[in-house]
């Protein structure tokens, strides 16, 4: 059946070094508006640095608003990115593309498609409402700092423990174990020399992240956005249990690589980390 | 030429699993390789060479390879009536030879091909002879890599043949692997000192490809993807490009190049231009402009020749389709001079009458 939304894909073209600004400040006052006007039903944020920096905004929109949306979409960046342009970021040397990267301060379209997963479609619809949430929280976890890679990455890891509690908290009996089987079958042979020295690096950080996630926070804190957090997990992971176990676990797997490629961590280090996560948050578990 | 390593992997495997069709020759080519091609021959196919199943035939001529050229030349050397090109990193599969004859004993007025799925396979053309030396040949204006298999194809279909794809995935055995396997043997590869690059904007670049020996080949080049980008609603229109990347200009324009004490001067198109040297060595600059420099020997390098390659070809392609050309080569094709079977002595004359592509060609009898 045609359903009566489609996605529409923009990428806007600004310094990293002020995303936080952009999120706060452009994307966020945007998309509320539209969304109370009703002409927006969700949105998925990416980080992105190909062919330059820039913060990829998909939007689910009604078919009947589309062109009206794009104008305005178009009008109000045009005019945001006017009033605040970011820094044109340095040139990196020796090249890396042929083509030139995109001007900072712009907005381009269709540069991109939202990965579709080969999932049923009540799954794919909890799946895309778990990647809106998540934009929600990297809008309000991010707004306040300059947004570096270690940033990303600790956002990351509060992000991944979270859904993994919820998982673990939730799931039928045996799904741990395989996971854990899972995780481990993703690392190849490098990343596993990688591996031990990671784990000596992160153990107290992600100690730390998972009391923080246990203890639970208060709304008005830095970690304010949790709770919201919270709740998505385990809507998608309540709705995902009721799934044969392969199913459930594929589920997951698809969710954390969506937080990976929305933070635009690499693929390969994404694989470290959620290893990491797992390990340490089963060690945990055992140890209680 | 120089693929020794995948007929390694092949060419036993692919005898044997059509070895009792019976009515079959192998054709193998070597198109002057210096990777031991000859001494694995004789060492591990002398089985097959002596039972009459396989000719090795050797040419010394070329210096480099011409993808054309020497399909040509190995098809010339087939004697049967069905002629199919398998290139040396593809996998007949068992039965491949039963099948090409139970569809050509089926039909007239064919050809088989490949579909699009998979690029290593485009090589896979069988066709009558006849049908071959009526379009003559594969084009050997196409020096560069890629197209000239989907302009025979072409030519083939025009000239009023049906083309028929073969389906079935187990005679379409291939080795992936890199592209750089698929350039390095042109001279191009060979003789690139660097690629200059002018990015102007955020779909085209000016590429201009500085050859040792002093030549350039410049173009504009697209990126058809993104060509629309910054239209809000592009999206909501279908636009199709058949490429994703594709050259401004009708071909490559040439020209020439030198070194000056302060820089290079760059003549082609009728206009000659000054670079001077900037505070990087990653960049040239003229009064208006920066070209970056990709060196030879690099990731990227490499990318752009293979790209430089292909768009040569393509233009080509175009041309022949746009004026419905169906022959070509008019003063010949595959020609040169071969020996058979380590015969040092005596030589096939390919230069009258209508071979470096390690390409097998089966040849059904």
């Given at each position: ?288 | ?24 020759e192998?054709i193998?080519l070597?198109y ?23 000719n090795?035939y050797?040419t ?6 011409h993808?054309s050229h020497s399909r040509n030349m190995a098809f010339r050397l087939a004697t049967g009536?069905?002629i199919?090109n ?41 066709m009558?002879a006849s049908d071959f030396y009526n379009i003559r040949g594969y084009?050997e ?188 080569n008019?003063?010949g094709f595959g020609q040169g001079i071969v020996?058979r ?6 030589f096939i004359n390919l230069h009258y009458g209508n071979g470096?592509q390690?390409a097998?060609q089966?040849n059904?009898?």
């Open positions: 059946m045609e359903t009566e939304y489609r996605w529409l894909h923009s990428s806007i073209f600004y310094n990293r070094r002020q995303w936080n600004s952009l999120l706060a400040g452009g994307i966020a006052p945007f998309c509320s508006a539209a969304a109370r006007e009703g002409r927006l039903k969700r949105f998925i944020v990416h980080f992105n640095e190909q062919r330059g920096q820039n913060v990829r905004v998909a939007f689910e929109v009604k078919k009947t608003f589309e062109r009206p949306f794009l104008a305005r979409l178009s009008d109000y960046f045009t005019n945001y990115l006017g009033l605040h342009p970011s820094s044109p970021p340095e040139q990196i040397l020796p090249i890396r593309n042929f083509i030139g990267d995109f001007p900072v301060n712009k907005v381009f379209y269709h540069l991109y498609d939202l990965q579709r997963s080969c999932l049923n479609p009540a799954c794919e619809e909890a799946l895309q409402e778990f990647r809106h949430k998540f934009s929600d929280a990297m809008i309000i976890a991010l707004a306040e700092e300059v947004i570096e890679p270690d940033l990303i990455e600790t956002f990351f890891l509060y992000a991944g423990l979270t859904l993994l509690a919820s998982f673990l908290d939730l799931s039928p009996p045996g799904c741990a174990a395989d996971l854990r089987a899972r995780c481990l079958q993703n690392l190849g042979q490098h990343d596993l020399h990688r591996i031990e020295r990671l784990m000596m690096e992160f153990s107290n950080v992600l100690h730390e992240i998972t009391a923080d996630i246990r203890e639970g926070t208060d709304s008005g804190t830095a970690l304010g956005w949790l709770n919201n957090w919270r709740d998505a997990c385990r809507n998608l992971t309540e709705l995902s249990s009721s799934l044969d176990k392969p199913f459930h676990i594929d589920l997951f797997m698809l969710a954390m690589e969506s937080l990976a490629s929305q933070t635009n961590i690499p693929i390969s280090r994404s694989r470290i980390l959620m290893w990491s996560m797992v390990r340490e948050t089963l060690d945990f578990h055992i140890g209680d | 030429m120089n693929r020794t390593p995948h007929l390694r992997e092949t060419i036993a495997k692919n005898i044997r699993d059509n070895l009792d069709f019976g009515r079959l192998f193998l070597d002057n390789s210096s990777d031991g091609c000859e001494f694995f021959v004789k060492k591990e196919l002398g089985e097959f060479i002596e039972k009459g199943i396989l090795y050797k010394t001529e070329p210096r480099f390879f993808h009536d069905l199919c398998v290139d040396a990193d593809n996998f007949t599969g068992f039965g491949f030879a039963y099948y090409l004859d139970k569809v050509f004993s089926e039909n007239e007025g064919i050809f088989l091909a490949t579909g699009r799925s998979c690029s290593d396979l485009f090589g896979r053309v069988t009558r084009d204006r196409m020096t560069g890599y890629g197209f000239e298999d989907l302009d025979l194809i072409n030519r083939l279909s025009s000239s009023g043949l049906k083309r028929i794809n073969i389906a079935d995935q187990s005679y379409l055995g291939v080795i992936r692997h890199g592209n750089w396997e698929r350039i390095c043997n042109k001279p191009e590869s060979m003789f690139l000192d660097s690629i200059l690059v002018k990015q102007i904007d955020f779909y085209s670049s000016l590429l201009i490809f500085l050859m040792k020996n002093g030549d350039l080949y410049s173009g504009t080049v697209l990126d058809n993807s993104c060509r629309h980008a910054a239209d809000p609603f592009a999206e909501l229109e279908s636009i199709d490009f058949p490429y994703e990347y594709s050259l401004l200009e009708e071909s490559w324009t040439t020209g020439h190049w030198d070194r000056d004490e302060d820089g290079i001067r760059l003549f082609y198109g009728g206009q000659t231009k000054s670079l001077r040297g900037g505070i990087s060595s990653y960049y040239l600059r003229d009064d208006s402009s920066t070209f970056f420099i990709v060196e030879s020997g690099t990731d990227m390098a490499e990318e752009g020749l293979f790209f430089q390659s292909q768009l040569f070809n393509r233009a080509i392609m175009r041309l022949n389709s746009a004026k419905k050309t169906e022959k070509v008019a003063s020996s079977n380590f015969d040092d002595g005596h470096i390690m097998t089966f059904l009898l």
